[in-house]
């Protein structure tokens, strides 16, 4: 059980890790990756820090995460996605967007996965 919680928060990592990168490297394609607009200008460089300052934290604290000690990082890259669920929820709530159910449900998949494997770290001593 241990090694499959470790697994999916390295697998995520990665996936954040790869997400951070493109909004640096590759914004257009980010965007479009998340059925987005490439905005231009001042609004452009908010966008693309902002996201890709979103992906590559939670990439670090999962990645921190799995040494020896530190798991308790698996929690703040937990509440990161339970923030950005609930401000989905209240974007949608206020009018704003669509509901996103499917990133909705996969950030809190992925937090739960996350608390699982901060406790099973932490079990491990």
């Given at each position: 059980?241990?090694?499959?919680?470790?697994?999916?928060?390295?697998?995520?990592?990665?996936?954040?890790?790869?997400?951070?990168?493109?909004w640096?490297?590759?914004?257009?394609?980010?965007?479009?990756?998340?059925?987005?607009?490439?905005?231009?200008?001042?609004?452009?460089?908010?966008?693309?820090?902002?996201?890709?300052?979103?992906?590559?934290s939670?990439?670090?604290?999962?990645?921190?995460?799995?040494?020896?000690?530190k798991?308790?990082?698996?929690?703040?890259?937990?509440?990161?996605?339970?923030?950005?669920?609930?401000?989905?929820?209240?974007?949608?709530?206020?009018?704003?967007?669509?509901?996103?159910?499917?990133?909705?449900?996969?950030?809190?998949?992925?937090?739960?996965?996350?608390?699982?494997?901060?406790?099973?770290?932490?079990?491990?001593?």
């Amino acid at each position: 059980m241990h090694a499959l919680f470790r697994i999916l928060s390295i697998l995520a990592a990665l996936f954040f890790l790869w997400s951070g990168a493109n909004w640096v490297f590759a914004p257009d394609q980010a965007a479009k990756v998340a059925e987005m607009p490439l905005l231009q200008g001042i609004a452009a460089s908010s966008q693309i820090a902002d996201i890709g300052a979103f992906f590559l934290s939670v990439a670090f604290f999962l990645g921190y995460g799995q040494l020896r000690g530190k798991s308790h990082w698996f929690y703040a890259a937990a509440f990161m996605l339970f923030i950005a669920a609930v401000v989905r929820f209240l974007a949608w709530a206020q009018g704003y967007a669509d509901f996103a159910t499917a990133a909705v449900i996969a950030e809190i998949v992925m937090l739960v996965v996350f608390v699982i494997a901060a406790q099973l770290r932490e079990d491990e001593g």
